[in-house]
């Protein structure tokens, strides 16, 4: 059941819809996160009650904004059906706690800083990566996993070579990782190398089969599953919005069954004009 009348609830999906409109409340989030910048330098008093005054207007904005979009549902529930309209809800509710000397007052600034991410669920983009991002990582963890194993069993190794020659580096399995990890983000992990060649001359071979797991296997089987997915999130943004190959294929077959009706029609009218001119 609608929850507006007919008439104020065009005009709210008119304004929901302009493009105009999503421009302004891109701009008006930019603002708010430059705001939160400027508040973090050593300001003038009048400078501070300035954006005091421009946050209330920004957090106003925001209501303002959030309850046309509600309003321009057809039911209210169709809203938070959305996970994207929830987390702006959410966004624009915490938003609402005032700023002052109370307690609250590092909570509220802290809340309002992600204010910044409501430019995810404003632009198409961002989302279907923020979304692509979110459904890769259940399969990104299997090779997480398989890192973590391939670590764990480097480290074993280098610490029972390697302890003799540096014990900061190579003292035990969990400082032996963070030896490889830094190995594997090469942060001078050529200085690591030269020591312990020093006495094992050709441990450059396990530096090398180390950082070709890492750095090259699993970093690109970690890129391929990103891309995999945004490509698949890509294809199912065009389906639902009716845009590029995707949506026109999505449209073909969503219509398919009308254009058999429709030529089934045509191919019987065609058949009794035979039969009737055959008389």
Not at 197 to 220: D, K
């Amino acid at each position: 059941m609608s929850f507006m009348p007919s008439d104020w609830k065009a005009r709210f999906i008119t304004i929901r819809s302009n493009k105009m409109f999503e421009m302004v409340v891109i701009s008006i989030i930019i603002l708010s996160a430059m705001m939160i910048g400027a508040s973090t330098y050593d300001i003038a008093p009048y400078w501070i009650n300035a954006l005091r005054i421009l946050d209330i207007a920004v957090t106003v904005f925001f209501l303002i904004e959030i309850l046309i979009r509600m309003a321009a549902e057809e039911r209210l529930k169709d809203f938070f059906r959305s996970g994207w309209n929830i987390f702006d809800f959410v966004i624009v509710t915490v938003s609402l706690i005032p700023v002052d000397e109370s307690e609250m007052v590092l909570l509220a600034r802290l809340l309002r800083i992600f204010r910044v991410l409501r430019l995810i669920s404003m632009i198409p983009e961002l989302r279907i990566l923020m979304n692509a991002l979110i459904i890769a990582i259940p399969r990104m963890g299997y090779v997480v996993l398989l890192m973590f194993i391939i670590f764990y069993i480097y480290a074993a190794v280098g610490s029972f070579l390697f302890e003799s020659i540096n014990q900061v580096l190579w003292g035990d399995i969990s400082i032996a990782m963070l030896t490889l990890f830094r190995v594997a983000t090469f942060e001078d992990w050529t200085d690591v190398m030269y020591e312990t060649m020093t006495i094992y001359r050709f441990s450059w071979i396990y530096y090398l089969t180390f950082i070709f797991l890492t750095a090259f296997v699993f970093l690109n089987m970690m890129i391929g599953i990103v891309l995999d997915v945004m490509q698949t999130e890509h294809e199912k943004y065009n389906r639902e919005h009716g845009e590029g190959e995707a949506g026109e294929v999505h449209w073909l077959k969503e219509h398919a069954g009308e254009m058999d009706q429709r030529l089934d029609r045509i191919e019987g009218m065609l058949q009794q004009l035979t039969e009737s001119s055959k008389r």
